[in-house]
């Protein structure tokens, strides 16, 4: 049985801001082993990381983030009183470190035009120990980036899905991410969203799926190694 991999959801925010660097450095220094985050594009095309289109719950601000130049968003903060993090200066928190990236692009409801490209270019200016998986539940955004990149790798965030493995292999997906485990005639990677329940985790854990996002990824990565030993 492969180890399933633990992810940070959203960095450690049982501890820290929401999607802060604070949060991710934590995790980077205490023994994380993988990371997820969300991405969308300011007015004037910076990619910044957050999970909700809006700024209103994480922030003191109020708003739209695409309405918002960098400069503009910048000025607003997160409970821990940073500002709201670039992409650039999360990779810069993560570039050469020994852990997995899962990067949402969070064009669901609202999708900001070229962020593909744009992340996708940016990513490349950064050297990261495993290949990054790039997530989303716009089937449309999934194939924008397989266009401009086919190498990279690409999963299918849903929350359920009839025939898992057949769309992933169909689509050239490298996993599907569902919120509860899809019972699949063939093969697949899932990696399954977000699981804090100590008994979802264990009962995960003895399938042996790829991964675990998880809000507390000490608790679950405890949960993990009692389970596969």
């Given amino acids: 049985m492969k180890k399933t991999i633990i992810f940070a959801h959203r960095g450690y925010p049982v501890k820290f ?39 209103d719950r994480t922030t003191d601000g109020k708003g739209y983030i695409k309405d918002y130049t960098l400069a503009e968003i910048r000025k607003f903060h997160l409970a821990n009183g940073e500002p709201v993090p670039k992409l650039s200066e999360l990779f810069d928190v993560l570039q050469d470190k020994d852990l997995y990236i899962n990067l949402e692009f969070k064009t669901n ?31 449309e955004t999934l194939k924008i980036a397989q266009k401009l990149d086919a190498d990279e790798e690409y999963c299918y965030l849903v929350k359920g899905l009839k025939h ?27 990696r399954i969203w ?7 985790a264990k009962h995960y854990c003895k399938l042996g799926v790829a991964g675990l996002f998880t809000n507390d990824y000490k608790k679950i990565m405890r949960i993990r190694d009692e389970v596969q030993k």
Avoid: C
């Fill in 17 to 55: 801001a929401e999607n802060s660097l604070e949060g991710f450095r934590y995790v980077v220094s205490h023994g994380g082993e993988g990371v997820e985050f969300d991405v969308h594009l300011t007015r004037d095309g910076v990619p910044v990381v957050m999970h909700d289109e809006k700024i």
């Fill in 109 to 139: 409801k609202v999708h900001d035009q070229g962020i593909e490209k744009t992340v996708l270019d940016l990513a490349k200016k950064y050297h990261f120990v495993h290949p990054i998986i790039f997530s989303s539940f716009n089937y």
């Fill in 164 to 190: 898992p493995a057949e769309i992933a292999k169909k689509n050239h997906f490298a996993g599907i991410h569902p919120e509860h485990y899809l019972r699949s005639s063939q093969p697949v990677t899932e």
């Fill in 194 to 200: 977000t699981v804090d329940n100590s008994w979802l």
